[in-house]
């Protein structure tokens, strides 16, 4: 008999023993309602049940079907919500009311899509009076990624002390502040729920206009906080700068997503190019796991760290996707391959475990991974700008997104543009992953447009696809 010596074995055997507890009780429900049901239909309760759920799974692996091959993420009709922030008319509306646009106004933004939890106030000239931001690093560590429950929770335990933080930090209390915003999706479900209820139950009791965010729209956006473009006064708004106008093409890489999208305003957005499996964030954050480096504070900054030490062009791997023609990403194949040649050195080192690598050999998997996960998306996104250049004469490209810090990949992707005269734009490094002042902002964004939402029946969503605008 193996002995309980650590707590992770003892978490293990919890786990086990209450997922069979509830396997047993399920079933015991389960029988017992359609002896229920069977006994009041006559002897045909679970048949008819039975037949009802082959039909339902035939239906689902139907649809799933149609869009094998294809970007997820996007929406095609299969999808029940959809960002649409603007009317079926196409006008923006101000659903909670509006603070006075004709001059500076502030909005406090709270962030709990995953792992982090994060508060700001933000001015609307761009300027972050205050902020604050709660780690989970040391609480996901051991697990080696994201536990939703146990980030739930650390969400709940931090929220109120995180948004307070956040306006003692500005010089401000709630009364001051003009609007507040919150994501709203996509995410971990019960994690965007934690602060979501907070920013609503704060807008209802102080009477405060309310944006439900788009997590992903909030990542695009921060690379217009800043100067470079003026944007004139009218009557209704004050006067303004942005780093960039619309139209201006967008590559999003991050934990969840990766995705190249043309953006022509607010709520408005046409994608190019999805990954149909991997994001590129998962494949570094799958890659660290691999190789046993720590992930609490994300896998990729551990596999940068190490690529620096490492041969880029010292382990064979394949670029992804080479025969199709398109915008698409695939980092499933490569994290395979990844795999297969870590397995294929452990061997020949005579090793027992990839983990039992030598340090030289680790940093050559992590930085010949990190540069063909990287020119893959300098293969997409090059057809991307041409695609621009073609159809909207853009040349600009925005950056962003969690793996948007990854100084190999700005340095990569600038010099592309560079090459053909585009212009990059990049938030700096912290205010690409996640935290408050991406909400806050976003609200901003959308405020100045006329647009916010009503709190009292704002839900979250866990897949919050851009709609598609005609």
Same mark, same amino acid.
């Given at each position: 008999?193996?002995?309980?010596?650590?707590?992770?074995?003892?978490?293990?055997?919890?786990?086990?023993?209450?997922?069979?507890?509830?396997?047993?009780?399920?079933?015991?429900?389960?029988?017992?309602?359609?002896?229920?049901?069977?006994?009041?239909?006559?002897?045909?309760?679970?048949?008819?049940?039975?037949?009802?759920?082959?039909?339902?799974?035939?239906?689902?692996?139907?649809?799933?079907?149609?869009?094998?091959?294809?970007?997820?993420?996007?929406?095609?009709?299969?999808?029940?919500?959809?960002?649409?922030?603007?009317?079926?008319?196409?006008?923006?509306?101000?659903?909670?009311?509006?603070?006075?646009?004709?001059?500076?106004?502030?909005?406090?933004?709270?962030?709990?899509?995953?792992?982090?939890?994060?508060?700001?106030?933000?001015?609307?000239?761009?300027?972050?009076?205050?902020?604050?931001?709660?780690?989970?690093?040391?609480?996901?560590?051991?697990?080696?990624?994201? !536990?939703?429950?146990?980030?739930?929770?650390?969400?709940?335990?931090?929220?109120?002390? !995180?948004?307070?933080?956040?306006?003692?930090?500005?010089?401000?209390?709630?009364?001051?502040?003009?609007?507040?915003?919150?994501?709203?999706?996509?995410?971990?479900?019960? $994690?965007?729920?934690?602060? $979501?209820?907070?920013?609503?139950?704060?807008?209802?009791?102080?009477?405060?206009?309310?944006?439900?965010?788009?997590?992903?729209?909030?990542?695009?956006?921060?690379?217009?906080?800043?100067?470079?473009?003026?944007?004139?006064?009218?009557?209704?708004?004050?006067?303004?700068?942005?780093?960039?106008?619309?139209?201006?093409?967008?590559?999003?890489?991050?934990?969840?997503?990766?995705?190249?999208?043309?953006?022509?305003?607010?709520?408005?957005?046409?994608?190019?190019?999805?990954?149909?499996?991997?994001?590129?964030?998962?494949?570094?954050?799958?890659?660290?796991?691999?190789?046993?480096? &720590?992930?609490?504070?994300?896998?990729?900054?551990?596999?940068?760290?190490?690529?620096?030490?490492?041969?880029?062009?010292?382990?064979?791997?394949?670029? &992804?996707?080479?025969?199709?023609?398109? $915008?698409?990403?695939?980092?499933?194949?490569?994290?395979?391959?990844?795999?297969?040649?870590?397995?294929?050195?452990?061997?020949?080192?005579?090793?027992?475990?990839?983990?039992?690598? &030598?340090?030289?050999?680790?940093?050559?998997?992590?930085?010949?991974?990190?540069?063909?996960?990287?020119?893959?998306?300098?293969?997409?996104?090059?057809?991307?700008?041409?695609?621009?250049?073609?159809?909207?004469?853009?040349?600009?490209?925005?950056?962003?997104?969690?793996?948007?810090?990854?100084?190999?990949?700005?340095?990569?992707?600038?010099?592309?543009?560079?090459?053909?005269?585009?212009?990059?734009?990049?938030? &700096?490094?912290?205010? $690409?992953?996640?935290?408050?002042?991406?909400?806050?902002?976003?609200?901003?964004?959308?405020?100045?447009?006329?647009?916010?939402?009503?709190?009292?029946?704002?839900?979250?969503?866990?897949?919050?696809?851009?709609?598609? !605008?005609?």
């Amino acid at each position: 008999m193996l002995a309980l010596s650590s707590s992770k074995t003892m978490a293990f055997c919890a786990r086990h023993s209450l997922r069979n507890n509830c396997f047993w009780s399920f079933n015991r429900i389960y029988m017992s309602s359609s002896i229920t049901s069977e006994a009041s239909q006559g002897g045909k309760g679970p048949n008819t049940h039975n037949k009802n759920k082959e039909k339902r799974y035939q239906a689902a692996r139907e649809k799933r079907r149609k869009f094998i091959g294809m970007a997820k993420a996007v929406d095609r009709g299969q999808f029940a919500v959809t960002y649409k922030p603007r009317s079926d008319s196409g006008k923006f509306q101000s659903r909670s009311g509006l603070p006075d646009r004709t001059k500076l106004f502030t909005v406090l933004g709270v962030e709990s899509s995953c792992d982090d939890t994060g508060a700001a106030v933000v001015r609307s000239d761009g300027k972050i009076l205050g902020e604050s931001l709660a780690s989970q690093q040391e609480i996901h560590e051991e697990w080696g990624g994201v !536990v939703p429950g146990l980030a739930r929770d650390a969400h709940a335990s931090k929220i109120d002390s !995180v948004i307070q933080e956040a306006l003692d930090k500005s010089d401000m209390t709630i009364d001051d502040v003009d609007a507040i915003g919150v994501t709203v999706g996509p995410g971990l479900e019960i $994690c965007l729920r934690v602060g $979501c209820d907070a920013a609503k139950d704060l807008a209802v009791k102080y009477n405060k206009p309310f944006v439900g965010v788009h997590h992903l729209e909030a990542h695009i956006l921060m690379a217009r906080i800043g100067e470079g473009v003026n944007i004139s006064a009218t009557s209704q708004t004050h006067e303004s700068t942005r780093t960039m106008d619309f139209p201006f093409l967008a590559l999003l890489v991050s934990g969840g997503h990766c995705q190249l999208m043309k953006c022509y305003g607010i709520g408005n957005y046409s994608i190019i190019g999805g990954t149909m499996d991997d994001s590129l964030g998962e494949a570094f954050d799958k890659t660290a796991r691999l190789l046993g480096l &720590p992930v609490g504070g994300g896998g990729g900054p551990a596999v940068e760290q190490l690529a620096k030490q490492g041969d880029p062009d010292s382990v064979e791997l394949p670029i &992804p996707l080479q025969r199709r023609k398109d $915008c698409d990403f695939s980092y499933a194949g490569l994290k395979t391959a990844v795999r297969m040649a870590a397995d294929r050195i452990r061997i020949e080192r005579g090793m027992e475990a990839i983990n039992d690598l &030598p340090f030289d050999d680790k940093a050559n998997i992590a930085a010949s991974f990190q540069n063909v996960a990287i020119k893959h998306i300098e293969q997409r996104l090059k057809r991307a700008m041409k695609l621009c250049e073609d159809e909207d004469n853009i040349k600009t490209l925005a950056v962003v997104g969690g793996v948007a810090a990854n100084q190999e990949l700005r340095s990569r992707l600038d010099s592309i543009c560079q090459e053909n005269e585009w212009i990059m734009h990049v938030p &700096p490094p912290r205010l $690409c992953t996640d935290q408050g002042a991406m909400s806050a902002w976003a609200s901003v964004e959308r405020i100045m447009v006329g647009s916010t939402d009503v709190a009292e029946i704002q839900e979250v969503y866990a897949r919050y696809p851009f709609s598609v !605008v005609s």
